[in-house]
């Protein structure tokens, strides 16, 4: 976190919040954690993600979002324009029209099992 707060020029590099209400009060979030990042995007906040290889869930969330543009490898550099500049509206769709896709899958599996 030292090193994030370093690159983006924070004043602190950690703040802790209680519980997934919190992130609505947040402008974004910086995570290599999935459940972070999916209660930002639910709450409004800008997700960043910072990943290694083995961050594979994240990665192919992202990318089935097609927002790859938010995601950085950890130790490259970022500014505060890669962080702040998100299009709220195209996450919150990218994410709707994922929970349908899902949504429709159970619905395929759940009829295939009851024939």
């Known amino acids: 976190m030292r090193w994030l707060a370093a690159q983006l020029d924070l004043e602190s590099p950690v703040k802790v919040h209680g519980g997934p209400e919190a992130y609505q009060s947040m402008n974004g979030a910086i995570s290599n954690r999935l459940h972070v990042l999916l209660f930002a995007f639910l709450a409004g906040a800008a997700p960043l993600a910072l990943v290694t290889e083995a961050n594979q869930k994240i990665l192919g969330l992202f990318k089935d979002l097609d927002m790859t543009e938010r995601v950085f490898e950890v130790g490259s550099s970022l ?37």
């Open 79 to 115: 500014t505060q324009d890669d962080f702040l500049n998100f299009d709220h509206d195209k996450g919150i769709c990218a994410i709707h029209s994922a929970q349908q896709k899902l949504l429709d899958a159970i619905d395929e599996m759940v009829d295939a099992l009851k024939r």
